[in-house]
C-alpha cells in the first residue's frame, strides 16, 4: 500500500466491521467470551518484537488483567482494545509495527481497534440487536432505561433520609 493511500485508513475501518460481522456468528456467551480471549492476545501481540523492552511485559498483564474481567463484562473488552489502540499508536510512532514488513500496520490497527470497541461498547450485539437497540434507544429518548433505571433506584433507595429533616442546614444566626 502507498504511503498517504487512503486505502490504509479506510480499509482498517471495514475490517472491524467485518469482525464485528464475523463474530455477531458466535451465539453469546460464548462471543464474549472468545473476544475476551482475543483481547488477551491482542495483548500479547507485540512481545515478538520487543521494541518497548519490560513495558512490553507490564502491558501484556495489564491487558491480560482487563481481559479476564472481559469474560463477564463487553465494557471490559472494549476497554482492552482501546488499550490496544493506545499501544498500537506508540508502536507506529516508534517505527515497530506490528507486523515488521508493513510499515503502518500499527496505524492500520489503531484504526480497526475503536471501531471493534465500539461494537464492545454496545454489548457485542448482532446486527439485528443492534437495529432493534437503536430502535428502542429513540423511544426511550430523554428517560433512564434498564439496569441504569434499577442501580439509580438502589442508590435513591440506599440514601434517602428516614427523618424529615434537610441534608444540609444552614447554621443558626
Not at 517505527?95 to 461498547?121: K, Q, R, Y
Not at 430523554?142 to 433505571?149: I, K, L, P, Y
Amino acid at each position: 500500500m502507498r504511503k498517504g493511500s487512503s486505502r490504509q485508513y479506510v480499509a482498517p475501518i471495514g475490517i472491524g466491521l467485518l469482525y464485528a460481522l464475523l463474530m455477531s456468528l458466535i451465539r453469546e456467551p460464548h462471543r464474549r467470551r472468545f473476544n475476551a480471549v482475543m483481547v488477551a492476545g491482542a495483548g500479547a501481540a507485540y512481545l515478538s518484537g520487543g521494541g518497548m523492552g519490560g513495558r512490553e511485559f507490564a502491558f501484556t498483564a495489564v491487558v491480560t488483567y482487563v481481559a479476564c474481567g472481559g469474560l463477564d463484562s463487553w465494557t471490559f473488552i472494549g476497554i482492552g482494545r482501546l488499550l490496544h489502540t493506545a499501544w498500537d499508536i506508540v508502536h507506529h510512532i516508534k517505527g515497530n509495527p506490528i507486523i515488521p514488513f508493513l510499515h503502518t500496520s500499527s496505524l492500520g490497527c489503531a484504526i480497526c481497534d475503536p471501531v471493534i470497541a465500539l461494537w464492545c461498547f454496545a454489548g457485542g450485539k448482532t446486527p439485528r440487536e443492534l437495529v432493534e437497540w437503536v430502535r428502542g434507544a429513540r423511544g426511550r429518548k430523554g428517560r433512564v432505561s434498564g439496569e441504569t433505571a434499577r442501580i439509580a433506584d438502589e442508590f435513591r433507595a440506599r440514601h434517602r433520609s428516614t427523618s424529615q429533616e434537610p441534608i444540609c442546614e444552614e447554621p443558626a444566626p
